[in-house]
Structures are given as structure tokens and as C-alpha cells.
């Protein structure tokens, strides 16, 4: 296999909402391409759908609100409760509780997960992509870390 297609294999499965870091760099581990690239190409990969679902979803919610009343009715409650539940949380840990939450490697963690919970409380598209990123680095190191060590381990 090409070499240019195994990166774009390892960048398309980065921009998934299940695979993102925690498949994409075992994967390009896998076809034992350099470690520094795997991590650069799973990174950006990972970054951008945050970005658009920053951008879009405000956008959709919006629209639906203002031609909707069923849909009205539905974001207004779902924002309320959310923002509510998660307040004191979001007051008292800021920044840091987004950028963990995206840095652990874990199933429903991420960086889709973590651009959704920050639009459904409102953190501002300025403060959520850094903060995102910093989750997604970190993420990025704990799982080329676990992976380049399993592969030692098992070779």
C-alpha cells in the first residue's frame, strides 16, 4: 500500500466521532508510519469536526427554534436543564473540566463529545477550540504512549 494512502486512511479515520485518536493512531502505528506523523495527521484530523459543530450547530438550533415551536419548545428545555445541571461544575472547574474531559481516551469522550457539550453550555467558539485542542493533544499523547507501548511489548 502507498504510503499517501495510508495517511489519508489515518486523517479520515481521525475526523470520525467513534475512531478519532483512539483509532487513528493505532492505525497508522499499524502501517508503521512514523510516529511524529501519525500524531500531526491524527491531530488535525481530529480538530476540525469540533470547529464545524461549534459553527453549525448554533446555527441549526436557531434556525430550528425560530420555524419551530415543537423544536422551540425542545432546544429551550434542553439548554435550560443541561446548563443547569452543569453550572456550578462548569463555574467552579472552567476551562480545565473541557479540556480533561476531551484528553481522556475513553468511549463518549473526545473531541465530538467534548464540542457538543460546550455548545449545549454555551462556551463561546473562542474559548471551546483551544481549550479542545489542548484536550486533543493530550489525548493524543496518552494514546501514542499506550499504543507505541503495547507494540513493544508485543514484539
Known amino acids: ?40 495527521v491524527s491531530v488535525i484530523g481530529n480538530i476540525i469536526p469540533p470547529i464545524f459543530i461549534l459553527w453549525l450547530f448554533p446555527r441549526i438550533s436557531e434556525w430550528l427554534m425560530a420555524h ?3 423544536m422551540n419548545r425542545f432546544f429551550t428545555w434542553l439548554f435550560e436543564r443541561t446548563r443547569k445541571k452543569a453550572h456550578d461544575k462548569i463555574e467552579k472547574y472552567g476551562d480545565l473540566a473541557l479540556i480533561i ?46 499504543t507505541t507501548g503495547l507494540i513493544n511489548i508485543f514484539s
Do not use: C, Q
Open 68 to 70: 419551530s415551536k415543537l
Open 1 to 40: 500500500m502507498d504510503i499517501s494512502t495510508e495517511i489519508i486512511k489515518v486523517f479520515l479515520t481521525a475526523l470520525t466521532p467513534i475512531g478519532e485518536l483512539r483509532a487513528s493512531i493505532p492505525l497508522g502505528l499499524h502501517y508503521e508510519l512514523p510516529v511524529w506523523l501519525v500524531f500531526v
Open 101 to 146: 474531559f476531551v484528553a481522556i481516551p475513553l468511549p463518549n469522550t473526545g473531541a465530538w463529545t467534548g464540542a457538543l457539550a460546550a455548545w449545549l453550555f454555551g462556551i463561546p467558539m473562542k474559548r471551546a477550540v483551544p481549550n479542545i485542542f489542548y484536550g486533543v493533544l493530550i489525548a493524543g499523547v496518552i494514546v501514542t504512549a499506550i
